[in-house]
């Protein structure tokens, strides 16, 4: 009895969390007239011939996937200089600057923006530029820095710090031990912090929205498009998206789950 | 999506001064510009000019081709959002196309640049009567781009009785079924008509009387939307909904159970979205240059057919097909549009006022906050009398 109820419960947990998407998937093979999203007319992969035909929505995309690349490496790179940083330091600091680095996430993304945006029209006023796509990568650089440190820093946790200084020992250069003895080491943290930045760019909103300048990521041009009717291009490409962060997910997991297997064979031995 | 490749087809043949060559190969005939490294930065509403799309004609890559001004075109999704873009400096943009009530809230801030007509010839195209409209009296700092009217669609299978005024939309025998406007602006101008006041109304008595009117109107209300009522209209879960014609007309076209009605006695809203430059455009000549190609009665047909509303040339009325000419959802008989009304932007005061009593009408007023921090005192309450509970059982474990 228990069992069966729990059962339920996870089938209804799994069910409201993809029922939406699968609607979405569904209706992105509508064919339809109207841009209808709840009257199904039959099965056509006319959004799909629309999406790659549609300028603008391939611009937009075109921005975002530059941004959210940019956003991603600039904030991995930053942010694993940042966690070594912090690792290394004594207890009220890091204390502090974890704090300090913590903050922006709990801070409302509208203040965020905002902010962004008066200090980057402060500075772009101050050297005669507009607001474009290098603000809004940097406005995402800001926003997902804490993420990735916050994804490295356990993972340097659980590095034995020895491990370092017997490379040094060795006859390493301190950056070199870096890259052979502990960038290995946190690197699965590192992926992780580096799709969670790119994940948070692709998506964001609010921020892209005041950051943007001229310069229109697809999240703002899908949001345009509400007063008249959300196209299912949009459909078609989130179906692809979803499709191609799916296949992204399992290659990972599945990658990890050899590599899993492979190192509880070592220890075995 | 058939008309729009005929019109597409017409227009290259338009383009085209030899008779008899294929119509298609206007784009290789008609020698392109060289790119002039001129650039100019469109912002306009989602979904508002020709984009190529379903075999339109790609306004912006025409201009290009015609001019060698490049297009940086992006999209905004309400007056208010434009506005705010505006206002903080982020962007500066050389042609926008806000709503008529934002342009003159624009004129009253002096935010947008006087245009020279000199170079924007193509105005003579605009008709008489969309010149000089009450959002630009002198007509010094817009262009109309399109016009429409505000109207009533509903479900002919439910709503069955002959529809003449807004009364329908107070109707309580289609509780639940009624979507209302999820602005103000113009749910508040629905409840004005049908208390035959004006929109741009100064008068704090008349705004509070619109206000009961709304409150009334509330709980017969499924919800207040704006674009979903395309999916609740065409799915029949909603079966009277107020809205733009333009946008909804392609409801009314594929689906044979949606009519679509303006109350002709009580008045409706006459809408215009205007072409304008804002003060800080970096390129004011690129910019008359987009304004006036976008009056050409070619380009202006082409844009229409894309978008579904109207246009204010008679030029550009003639190249449209026939059967959309002569519907009148989007171009209804004279007395209709004579009986309409402009928004207008209103004076801080008013504006303050009606913020005020969208607030209350959506959330209920004061009345309700006072259940809201009952509410909030009651689980407040309940959390103490837990915490309570805890120690005291503690207390007595020990």
Known sequence: MKKAVSRVYMALVFLFLYAPILVLVVFSFNDTDTKSRTVWSGFSLRWYEMLFEDRMLLEALRNTLIIAVCAAVGATVLGTVAAVGIHSMKSWRRKLVMNITNLPMLNPEIVTGVSLMLLMVFVANLFGVTLGIVSIILAHITFCLPYVILSILPKLGQMDPHLYEAAQDLGCTPVRSFFKVVLPEILSGVVTGMVMAFTLSLDDFIISYFCSGTTQTLPVFIYSMTKKRVSPEINALSTLLFAVILVLLLIINIRQGKMGKKAAKEANV | ?398
Do not use: H
Request: proline fraction near 5%.
């Open chain 2, 1 to 398: 999506m058939r008309r729009k490749t005929k019109l597409a087809a017409l227009f290259l043949a338009a383009l085209l001064p030899c008779a008899g060559a294929p119509v298609f190969a206007a784009e290789e005939t008609e020698e392109a510009v060289p790119l002039t490294g001129e650039k100019i930065y469109v912002y306009n509403w989602g979904e508002y000019i020709a984009d190529g799309t379903d075999g339109s004609l790609d306004v912006n890559a025409e201009f290009t081709r015609r001019t060698g001004i490049e297009v940086d075109y992006s999209t905004f999704d309400t007056n208010e959002s434009l506005y705010s873009k505006l206002v903080s400096g982020g962007a500066s943009y050389d042609v926008i196309i806000p709503s008529d009530y934002m342009v003159s809230r624009m004129i009253n801030e002096g935010m947008l640049e006087k245009l020279n007509f000199d170079n924007i010839p193509n105005f003579r195209y605009i008709d008489e009567e969309y010149r000089n409209m009450g959002y630009d009296p002198t007509n010094e700092y817009s262009v109309p781009y399109t016009w429409g009217l505000v109207g009533i669609f509903y479900n002919k299978q439910y709503v069955t009785e002959e529809i003449d005024s807004w009364d329908i939309l107070w109707e309580e025998k289609y509780a639940g079924k009624i979507l209302m406007f999820d602005n103000p602006r113009d749910a508040f101008g629905i409840a004005q008509k049908r208390l035959s006041f004006s929109f741009n109304s100064t008068d704090e008595d008349e705004w509070i009387q619109a206000a009961v009117l709304l409150k009334e109107q509330k709980p017969l209300l499924q919800m207040y939307v704006m674009d979903q009522i395309f999916d609740k209209m065409e799915s029949g879960e909603a079966w009277l909904a107020p809205y733009y014609a333009g946008d909804a007309a392609v409801l009314v076209e594929s689906n044979e159970n949606i009519g679509f009605v303006i109350p002709t006695e009580q008045g409706t809203n006459f809408f215009v979205d205007a072409m304008c430059i804002p003060k800080g455009c970096r390129n004011k000549s690129g910019a008359e240059a987009y304004i006036n190609f976008l009056c050409d009665p070619e380009i202006a047909a082409a844009n229409m057919e894309y978008i579904g509303y109207s246009t204010p040339e008679s030029a550009a009325k003639e190249l449209l097909p026939e059967e959309v000419v002569n519907n009148p959802i989007y171009y209804p008989p004279e007395e209709v549009i004579a009986n309409s009304e402009v928004f207008v932007d209103l004076p801080q005061e008013t504006a303050l006022q009606l913020d005020a009593l969208w607030a209350e009408v959506k959330m209920g007023g004061p009345g309700d906050s006072m259940t809201l921090i009952l509410t909030l005192a009651g689980f407040f309450l309940l959390y103490v009398a837990v915490v309570v509970y805890k120690k005291w059982k503690r207390k007595r474990e020990l």
